[in-house]
């Protein structure tokens, strides 16, 4: 994404808080805040999800995708954790998001894979083909 990009996206979610009044949508735009560097701006975002969650339910997952953009991959970890024992159904998308590329070297990445029954599950709801070399052409 160009700087233009992300400060179009900034833009844009900003104001679809302010129309929708929706306060946890904040948690998009605090991925868009880590992604584009401004680490300030994500850290309060997070600050403010804490807050929110205090109210209302937040997903940890949405935690957890703001730190793991910002690179804070023990964090992004502790929140993942925190989500699977919360039962969080966005779980589900961990091994196949692109945006959790930096966790997935992560030994405790695999452990929550594999403890979740994650993989299975996966497979399960999006099985291989059974010529795998055919998505790689």
């Known amino acids: 994404m160009t700087i233009k990009a992300f400060w179009t996206a900034i833009d844009h979610f900003q104001k679809a808080i302010k129309l929708s009044g929706?306060?946890?949508?904040?948690?998009?735009?605090?991925?868009?805040?880590?992604?584009?560097?401004?680490?300030?701006?994500?850290?309060?975002?997070?600050?403010?999800l804490h807050n929110l969650s205090e109210r209302r339910y937040i997903s940890p997952y949405c935690?957890?995708?703001?730190y793991a953009n910002m690179g804070e991959e023990d964090k992004a970890m502790d929140m993942l954790q925190k989500a699977y024992m919360e039962r969080v159904s966005e779980l589900i998308y961990l091994k196949v998001d692109p945006y959790r590329e930096n966790l997935r070297s992560d030994p405790r990445f695999k452990v929550l894979l594999a403890k979740g029954g994650l993989?299975?599950?996966l497979l399960k709801l999006y099985p291989l083909p059974t010529n795998r070399k055919a998505c790689w052409k």
Do not use: F, N, P, W
Request: proline share 0%; aromatic share 2%.
């Open 22 to 48: 929706d306060r946890a949508k904040i948690a998009v735009l605090g991925r868009i805040y880590a992604l584009s560097g401004k680490v300030d701006e994500a850290l309060q975002v997070i600050d403010e």
């Open 63 to 66: 935690i957890a995708l703001i």
């Open 119 to 121: 993989e299975e599950c």
